[in-house]
């Protein structure tokens, strides 16, 4: 009996041993050859072919390797671009605006025209920003402005005639990016200046600082410059928008300072920002400041990034803010205005130059009883355009065009303003 079975049992090891070696054997072998393969294929081009290179696990190797296993590759860190406006993915639909509830609306009619001046006077409240090569580029190939920043301190700022450069000094959440002695050192050298403390504090990718902690560092970096310069004139960062949420950040620093020095907030210069952007959590636009727990603010769509209405509302309802809280005594710059949203979303060259005389428009003429009183009330005392050229991602509004060596459109409508050629 047995010795039949023995050729049916000695056919059901080998099916058996080959099963096996299909199944455990077949599969490392086939892995071999596919990485032998994704080696080859990771050579560099300009080596490939080289039969006495060998093939190595380098950095390339293995970025090949991992994004044939769908797997996600390692990111180089790089700067990337602010997110102010969205993807490129325009809606083309009308203008809308939310505006946060329960809060009124500062209307129109009590702004009154305010004396026209000459080139000569007017030229000094005209200023602009970019880096300091750009600068002195544009100032070259005739663009005309009494004053101008660049986001830095200077201990010798280029010598422009009869133009002001205005110090800024930079801050973290830390405190002053640089030291107190290397402060006290181009204050020294620069007896008189306007100092400006900080860069939109209210922007997590720009100072990113809450409220409390700015009217801390704000009132180190003051003593700092007074206490070498007693002429320094100084003046609070501007917030990106002057809009019910941003107002509410710098009520929070005027009683933080309150509280912790018994006195008002000293200021020679009040500044602000006046952009037209999204105030909402994770979206485009300038975000919520550090510190604050809202989840929006103004929903802003994109079209009224240019809207003047919009632009002459929020500029009088901060002077309003700022007479109500003791200020209106005090000057007013807007040290950041202009647009920011690229070309193909709706702001071609001929939109830019003329929200730019619009705004003019308003600067020269815009006062009534919140104004500043030396200025025959009128709103604002200085204006800065965003910007001459700051090699950044936002050149929609550039005045000067490195590639020409010369002014662009803008340029040429800021030149015939400030000339009064319009």
């Given at each position: 009996?047995?010795?039949k079975f023995w050729p049916l049992?000695?056919?059901?090891?080998?099916?058996?041993?080959?099963?096996?070696?299909?199944?455990?054997?077949?599969?490392?072998?086939?892995?071999?050859?596919?990485?032998?393969?994704?080696?080859?294929?990771?050579?560099?081009?300009?080596?490939?072919?080289?039969?006495?290179?060998?093939?190595?696990?380098?950095?390339?190797?293995?970025?090949?390797?991992?994004?044939?296993?769908?797997?996600?590759?390692?990111?180089?860190?790089?700067?990337?671009?602010?997110?102010?406006?969205?993807?490129?993915?325009?809606?083309?639909?009308?203008?809308?605006?939310?505006?946060?509830?329960?809060?009124?609306?500062?209307?129109?009619?009590?702004v009154h025209d305010a004396s026209?001046?000459?080139?000569?006077?007017?030229?000094?409240?005209?200023?602009?920003?970019?880096?300091?090569?750009?600068?002195?580029?544009?100032?070259?190939?005739?663009?005309?402005?009494?004053?101008?920043?660049?986001?830095?301190?200077?201990?010798?700022?280029?010598?422009?005639?009869?133009?002001?450069?205005?110090?800024?000094?930079?801050?973290?959440?830390?405190?002053?990016?640089?030291?107190?002695?290397?402060?006290?050192?181009?204050?020294?050298?620069?007896?008189?200046?306007?100092?400006?403390?900080?860069?939109?504090?209210?922007?997590?990718?720009?100072?990113?600082?809450?409220?409390?902690?700015?009217?801390?560092?704000?009132?180190?970096?003051?003593?700092?410059?007074?206490?070498?310069?007693?002429?320094?004139?100084?003046?609070?960062?501007?917030?990106?928008?002057?809009?019910?949420?941003?107002?509410?950040?710098?009520?929070?620093?005027?009683?933080?300072?309150?509280?912790?020095?018994?006195?008002?907030?000293?200021?020679?210069?009040?500044?602000?920002?006046?952009?037209?952007?999204?105030?909402?959590?994770?979206?485009?636009?300038?975000?919520?400041?550090?510190?604050?727990?809202?989840?929006?603010?103004?929903?802003?769509?994109?079209?009224?990034?240019?809207?003047?209405?919009?632009?002459?509302?929020?500029?009088?309802?901060?002077?309003?803010?700022?007479?109500?809280?003791?200020?209106?005594?005090?000057?007013?710059?807007?040290?950041?205005?202009?647009?920011?949203?690229?070309?193909?979303?709706?702001?071609?060259?001929?939109?830019?130059?003329?929200?730019?005389?619009?705004?003019?428009?308003?600067?020269?003429?815009?006062?009534?009883?919140?104004?500043?009183?030396?200025?025959?009330?009128?709103?604002?005392?200085?204006?800065?355009?965003?910007?001459?050229?700051?090699?950044?991602?936002?050149?929609?509004?550039?005045?000067?065009?490195?590639?020409?060596?010369?002014?662009?459109?803008?340029?040429?409508?800021?030149?015939?303003?400030?000339?009064?050629?319009?």
């Amino acid at each position: 009996m047995r010795q039949k079975f023995w050729p049916l049992l000695i056919i059901l090891v080998g099916l058996g041993l080959l099963f096996a070696y299909f199944l455990f054997l077949r599969e490392p072998l086939k892995t071999t050859e596919h990485a032998q393969k994704t080696s080859t294929e990771s050579l560099p081009l300009d080596g490939a072919g080289d039969d006495d290179r060998p093939v190595t696990n380098t950095p390339q190797t293995l970025s090949f390797q991992v994004t044939q296993t769908n797997e996600p590759a390692p990111s180089t860190p790089t700067q990337t671009p602010q997110p102010i406006f969205p993807t490129r993915d325009p809606t083309g639909s009308q203008p809308t605006t939310e505006t946060t509830d329960g809060q009124a609306k500062v209307t129109l009619e009590s702004v009154h025209d305010a004396s026209p001046c000459s080139v000569q006077e007017c030229l000094p409240r005209f200023g602009t920003s970019g880096r300091q090569d750009m600068i002195v580029a544009a100032h070259k190939a005739g663009l005309p402005f009494g004053a101008y920043l660049t986001w830095y301190t200077a201990t010798s700022p280029p010598n422009l005639e009869g133009v002001q450069f205005w110090q800024l000094v930079n801050i973290t959440d830390a405190g002053p990016v640089q030291s107190t002695a290397e402060i006290e050192e181009i204050v020294a050298a620069n007896p008189g200046a306007v100092w400006i403390i900080g860069n939109e504090p209210d922007v997590a990718w720009q100072d990113n600082v809450p409220a409390a902690r700015y009217a801390e560092i704000y009132g180190d970096v003051y003593a700092i410059i007074k206490g070498k310069d007693p002429a320094a004139q100084i003046a609070i960062a501007g917030v990106a928008q002057p809009t019910p949420m941003r107002l509410s950040y710098l009520d929070d620093v005027l009683d933080t300072y309150q509280a912790l020095y018994d006195e008002p907030l000293p200021v020679d210069i009040w500044t602000i920002h006046v952009f037209i952007l999204r105030e909402e959590v994770d979206s485009w636009g300038v975000g919520i400041p550090p510190g604050m727990s809202q989840l929006k603010g103004e929903l802003y769509e994109i079209l009224d990034h240019n809207d003047i209405a919009i632009f002459r509302q929020n500029l009088i309802a901060f002077r309003a803010w700022m007479a109500e809280r003791g200020y209106a005594d005090k000057p007013l710059a807007v040290t950041e205005f202009g647009i920011l949203h690229p070309s193909d979303f709706g702001f071609p060259p001929g939109v830019v130059a003329e929200f730019m005389v619009e705004t003019f428009d308003f600067f020269m003429e815009a006062k009534n009883e919140t104004g500043y009183p030396a200025d025959e009330y009128r709103l604002v005392q200085w204006w800065f355009w965003y910007s001459v050229h700051d090699g950044g991602d936002f050149p929609t509004g550039n005045l000067y065009d490195p590639t020409l060596d010369g002014l662009t459109l803008a340029g040429k409508v800021f030149v015939a303003y400030v000339r009064g050629e319009r």
